[in-house]
């Protein structure tokens, strides 16, 4: 009965995640590896390419430090509502990202509450740069903060009593102490936040506008290229996001064991 259990997990997982992820790698490379290089040096995909990762160096790191404030507030302080602003930590989990775009063109559109003001200073934000950035923002936010709330639960506040006994300041109990105590957590959830980031596809469609050259990441890519029949560049590009997905698991995985106990 154990090993049935075994196998049928394995299949189960070969099934669903191996087989297609292998598939679109095969799919790729059936054309040849020139035609590959081809689909994924063309203008539009490099422009993809470093469009996704810049929105992801803008994001993943902003998203990285208030993730860490937004912790400390919730399992620090004492505040009235901690569990009502816990569980709005959740709300990019639970809403689509389609109706998270959709609510952006509400707040930032040419007719939304801030549209026109920002029209009058010359800040567009919906169908380009900034909309992307703000909607990614927006769908990993509760990554780095979800990893690193627990970890600070389980530290407690016995070394920050007693530095501040010493003399330390906040500042200096913080970086010195908590900050090192929190770091695998915090690493690990700048990991899935990359990975998060990276991979956005439904508030990214409703915001970018799919202007390819402007703002067409490279999900977006995948599916223009799709849409217009051009089939193997998709796979391509599908590829270049797969590899970049599997090193970030290489990343997750390696982090993983440095965070278990020798």
């Keep these: 009965m154990k090993h049935v259990l075994r196998w049928s997990a394995l299949i189960y997982v070969a099934v669903v995640l191996l087989v297609p ?3 679109i ?3 790729t490379f059936a054309p040849g590896p020139a035609e590959v290089w081809r689909s994924i040096t063309t203008p539009a995909a490099i422009h993809a390419f470093w469009l996704t990762i810049g929105v992801a160096a803008i994001a993943v790191p902003l998203n990285a430090i ?11 302080s004492r505040m009235p509502g901690k569990r009502f602003i816990e569980g709005i930590l959740d ?8 109706v998270v775009g ?3 063109i509400l707040v930032y559109g040419k007719d939304g509450w801030f549209g026109s003001v920002l029209a009058d200073l010359g800040i567009q934000v919906i169908f380009s740069v900034p909309g992307i950035v703000i909607a990614t923002i927006f769908v990993c936010v509760p990554f780095v903060a979800r990893e690193v709330i627990p970890v600070l639960r389980e530290i407690g506040t016995d070394q920050e009593q007693a530095a501040s006994t010493l003399g330390a300041t906040r500042w200096q109990s913080f970086s010195r102490l908590t900050l090192p105590s929190i770091r695998w957590g915090l690493v690990y959830g700048i990991v899935l936040s990359t990975a998060r980031a990276i991979g956005e596809f439904g508030a990214v469609s409703v915001v970018g506008g799919r202007s390819s050259g402007k703002t067409e990441t490279l999900t977006l890519l995948v599916e223009n290229r799709f849409t217009n029949f051009n089939i193997a560049g998709a796979y391509a590009a599908s590829a270049l996001l797969a590899a970049i997905a599997l090193f970030v698991l290489l990343v997750m995985t390696l982090l993983q064991r440095r965070r278990e106990p020798s």
């Design 21 to 23: 992820v292998g598939f």
């Design 25 to 27: 790698f095969y799919k």
């Design 66 to 76: 208030f993730g860490v404030l937004i912790a400390v507030m919730l399992v620090r």
């Design 91 to 98: 709300l990019p989990f639970a809403v689509s990202p389609v």
């Design 102 to 104: 959709l609510a952006l």
